[in-house]
Nanobody
């Protein structure tokens, strides 16, 4: 199972970016998916998560600005980030709880991080 994240970059404050995270490989089913971020010198924090059933949760700092969504047919997770602030600057990583086949349990897999830089 591999996760590949796309969409990071540099933007000015107030701008928008959309991150994508594609899950590939041996996939029987995918449960929870989400995004974490880590800024230099800070602890990693959960930005947003989404269950297979569509229940979402967000960090208070991004509520109303970020929207998480997923396309289950494409095994892809998205994070639409609007009204970006300099404090959103971080490396964003996606994760997915994946069951590779009928005989194995769910395991958590991580994608490589993608840098988001917001300038003031």
């Amino acid at each position: 199972v591999q996760l590949q994240a796309f969409g990071g970059g540099s933007v000015q404050a107030g701008g928008s970016l959309r991150l994508s995270c594609a899950v590939s490989g041996s996939i029987f089913s995918i449960d929870d998916m989400g995004w974490y971020r880590q800024a230099p010198g800070k602890q990693r924090e959960l930005v947003a998560g989404m269950t297979a059933g569509g229940i979402t949760n967000y960090a208070n700092s991004v509520k109303g600005r970020f929207t998480i969504s997923r396309d289950n047919a494409k095994n892809t997770l998205y994070l639409q980030m609007n009204s970006l602030k300099p404090e959103d600057t971080a490396v964003y990583s996606c994760y997915a709880k994946v069951r590779a086949d009928f005989y194995t349990d769910y395991n958590i897999y991580w994608g490589q991080g993608t840098q988001v830089t917001v300038s003031s």
